[in-house]
Antibody, heavy 127, light 111 residues
Framework: EVQLVESGGGLVQPGGSLRLSCGTS????????VTWVRQPPGKGPEWVGR??????????DYGASVKGRFTISRDDSKNMVYLQMDSLKTEDTAVYYC??????????????????WGQGTMVTVSS | QSALTQPPSASGSPGQSVTISCTGT?????????VSWYQQHPGKAPKLMIY???TRPSGVPDRFSGSKSGNTASLTVSGLQAEDEADYYC???????????FGGGTKLTVL
């Protein structure tokens, strides 16, 4: 069974930093674009950002609310994707999910249809 | 405040049909045929139910269907079953400040 597994969540003070990790079993990340989505308690999801694969330069894009504070990176040798979160604010409190797009044959919906998700990791920003 | 607007709640009896709306703008829902719908049970990750407005991934029952008109997309659940009770979220490709926008969610109750 294909699975994604997030780790690294926890309690952090405003202004602090945290690094989340996203690993996988059953698939390799080598050719995959990986997206981070967060969901504040009781609210709808919010797209955080995405990293393309290395054939696309491992380029990243970010949501407006995290741009300049969050950084996504990847290490394909370890089959891992990371979300570095700096200058954290109370409004960053959420469950953070990594996800990847639906692929049918060689056609993949990297940016519009996420069919493999992790279980999520909770990040709480509070003093 | 979420970028896409959904009604906070919807309900129906077993066997009935219910439709959930998702209203965006001409920059997201109205511009792209990349609307997706997700089902989320408490404490679980979202599950993809519909993509490209109308397409069901393998394994999703055909009781679930999607449509779009202008800036509003819709999810219809026919023949409601108890296990359909969940939160439903729409999303759309946007390609502006944020590549993907989500709705605030609709809690579907099966009476």
């Amino acid at each position: 069974e294909v699975q994604l597994v997030e780790s690294g969540g926890g309690l952090v003070q405003p202004g602090g930093s945290l690094r989340l990790s996203c690993g996988t079993s059953g698939i390799t990340f080598t050719n995959a674009w990986v997206t981070w989505v967060r969901q504040p308690p009781g609210k709808g999801p919010e797209w955080v950002g995405r990293i393309k694969d290395y054939t696309q330069g491992a380029t990243t894009d970010y949501g407006a609310s995290v741009k300049g504070r969050f950084t996504i990176s990847r290490d394909d040798s370890k089959n891992m994707v990371y979300l570095q979160m700096d200058s954290l604010k109370t409004e960053d409190t959420a469950v953070y999910y990594c996800a990847t797009g639906l692929c049918i044959g060689t056609s993949c919906h990297w940016d519009d249809a996420f069919d493999i998700w992790g279980q999520g990791t909770m990040v709480t920003v509070s003093s | 405040q979420s970028a896409l607007t959904q009604p906070p709640s919807a309900s129906g009896s077993p066997g009935q049909s219910v439709t959930i709306s998702c209203t965006g703008t001409s920059s997201d829902v109205g511009r792209w045929n990349y609307v997706s719908w997700y089902q989320q049970h408490p404490g679980k990750a979202p599950k993809l139910m519909i993509y490209e407005v109308t397409t069901r991934p393998s394994g999703v029952p055909d009781r679930f269907s999607g449509s779009k008109s202008g800036n509003t997309a819709s999810l219809t659940v026919s023949g409601l079953q108890a296990e359909d009770e969940a939160d439903y979220y729409c999303s759309s490709y946007a390609d502006i400040k944020t590549l993907v926008v989500f709705g605030g969610g609709t809690k579907l109750t099966v009476l």
